[in-house]
């Protein structure tokens, strides 16, 4: 797993399974060229008119799994 606050500062050469990101508070939950980008969104007050969310994360030996769990 590779964490960085803001998805455009990801280096798409890393070596990784999963980019964990954060800033926009937009939830996320999605594949591309096989890494898993993955954004829990926010569980805080309300911002803009974003979902209110938190994300949950699997890791075994099927291999990294998300999901978004919307709260309210």
């Given at each position: 797993?590779h964490?960085v ?17 954060g ?13 898993l ?8 007050k ?17 291999g ?9």
């Amino acid at each position: 797993m590779h964490l960085v606050h803001r998805l455009e500062d990801f280096v798409p050469t890393t070596f990784c399974d999963a980019v964990l990101h954060g800033h926009s508070h937009k939830p996320r939950n999605e594949y591309q060229a096989d890494k898993l980008l993955f954004n829990p969104g926010a569980a805080g007050k309300r911002r803009f008119k974003l979902p209110i969310t938190l994300g949950k994360l699997w890791v075994d030996e099927r291999g990294v799994r998300g999901a978004i769990i919307h709260l309210l």
